[in-house]
């Protein structure tokens, strides 16, 4: 299949570019030519099916002949190794957990499979392939587990100081190896315009073969597509066909993701945005002004997100018809104050303990229903695993999480990190003298 430029749609590249790319030269974001349509058997029937069958009809009907059957199978067993269950907490609200990757996050969905998809292509190339990442929490640690190691590739993190977790600094700067942390005297916006400023310097593409990681690489969305279509199939195996899914939302590829999906065939009655207090989406959707501002620093970090990336694929998505895409599309925002709220109810009364984001589409997920009534499953996303913010959980709560394997062992690894000030001439300087 061949990928477009949002930004030129008579651009046409092939899925290798689009991957090693991830940005067009125009500053747009690469989107497939055409929506595969899913055969209507397969999703009719899609509960007889694996979560890894799933995933490889789904890579299948984008990268087409791209990648031989038999390596793409592989490449989604190998990526794609552990479990997203659907919990219900009641009758009519369940939790998908998307948490049960190496780095505790719903990134490993993207990241594994971009990392094992890089790296089969890369074999066929000699230079070493630069994967740039700016990271507001999650991506980064998902990032660097998915490339460590791999062959043929050197990661750069770029994250916020003082502005992730404990646990999520632990895991973007223990690495070693072929990765790299870059801590940056700034926020996650400004780390995200110091990565795309790198993609269109064309001195710095010269002497480098640059990629990204970050939710703008199509090979970080196409994978994020395969857990709505196993929730689908999780819940019609319990009889249930109409679902609302509420996703906390900072870059918005998560939600992009889910939107793609549905424009694939996947019957979703509603999505609805969760953010915290960066609210250009929730804003856009209520004037049609679409202001982005800088971000502010919340309890759901991986959320701090002023000028969200991929709206423009999902403006795309909906041909920028605003009335079309609201019908689809609700949203809500919460300040830290009620995300806390949020946190404390769910543990008293489900004994379910949440991340901050979790807790966000718990409580967007509840006045989407105050709002619409009706006999379908609310389903929200937990995208991250709640030891990764001991800060943000009461201790006499946070006693009740389980901690994940490896998790422990994090604080004893060494920091390996460069402090970076916001300005481009130093990170490319950075990025040329340690080539």
């Not at 597509?225 to 319990?238: D, G, I, N, R, V």
Request: charged share 20%; with cysteine; proline share 5%.
């Amino acid at each position: 299949m061949q990928f477009y430029s949002t930004n030129n749609k008579a651009l046409r590249v092939s899925f290798q570019e689009a991957v090693f790319n991830s940005l067009p030269q125009d500053k747009g974001l690469y989107m497939p030519e055409v929506i595969p349509q899913l055969d209507p058997y397969f999703i009719k029937n899609i509960q007889q099916y694996s979560l890894q069958e799933i995933a490889f009809t789904i890579a299948k009907a984008f990268i087409e002949n791209d990648i031989p059957d038999a390596d793409l199978k592989a490449i989604v067993d190998d990526a794609i190794n552990f479990e997203a269950p659907v919990k219900f907490l009641d009758a009519e609200t369940a939790v998908l957990e998307l948490f049960h990757g190496p780095s505790y996050a719903f990134k490993d969905f993207g990241a594994r499979f971009m990392s094992r998809i890089m790296g089969y292509f890369s074999k066929q190339g000699d230079q070493l392939l630069d994967v740039l990442v700016a990271t507001s929490g999650d991506t980064g640690g998902a990032v660097a587990s998915g490339f460590l190691g791999v062959e043929g590739t050197r990661v750069t993190i770029l994250y916020p100081k003082g502005k992730v977790s404990k646990v999520q600094e632990e895991q973007l700067t223990t690495n070693g190896q072929n990765i790299r942390a870059l801590e940056v005297e700034g926020t996650f916006d400004d780390c995200q315009a110091l990565v795309k400023e790198a993609f269109n310097d064309p001195d710095l593409n010269n002497a480098l073969r640059l990629t990204s990681a970050n939710s703008i690489n199509i090979a970080r969305l196409i994978p994020q597509t395969f857990y709505y279509f196993w929730t689908y199939a999780q819940l019609k195996s319990q009889g249930m066909d109409e679902i609302v899914f509420t996703v906390p939302s900072g870059n918005f590829g998560n939600i992009g993701a889910g939107l793609l999906a549905y424009k694939m065939g996947l019957p979703v009655t509603h999505f609805v945005a969760a953010t915290n207090v960066n609210d250009t989406v929730p804003r856009f959707l209520q004037n049609g002004v679409y202001e982005p501002k800088p971000s502010v620093q919340t309890l759901a970090n991986a959320m701090d997100v002023g000028n969200p990336s991929n709206w423009v694929r999902i403006q795309d998505l909906f041909g920028q018809d605003l009335e079309q895409l609201k019908a689809k599309v609700s949203s809500y925002t919460y300040t830290d104050e009620q995300t806390l709220a949020g946190m404390e109810e769910l543990f008293h009364k489900y004994k379910y303990v949440a991340c901050p984001h979790t807790a966000i589409a718990y409580l967007a997920s509840k006045a989407y229903r105050s709002e619409q009534p009706g006999e379908y499953a609310s389903v929200f996303l937990s995208t991250a695993h709640p030891c990764k913010f001991p800060e943000a959980i009461k201790p006499e709560v946070f006693q009740h999480v389980t901690l994940p394997e490896g998790a422990s062992s994090l604080a004893e690894k060494e920091k390996q990190a460069v402090e970076m000030p916001v300005d481009y001439k130093t990170f490319k300087t950075y990025l040329l003298v340690n080539n």
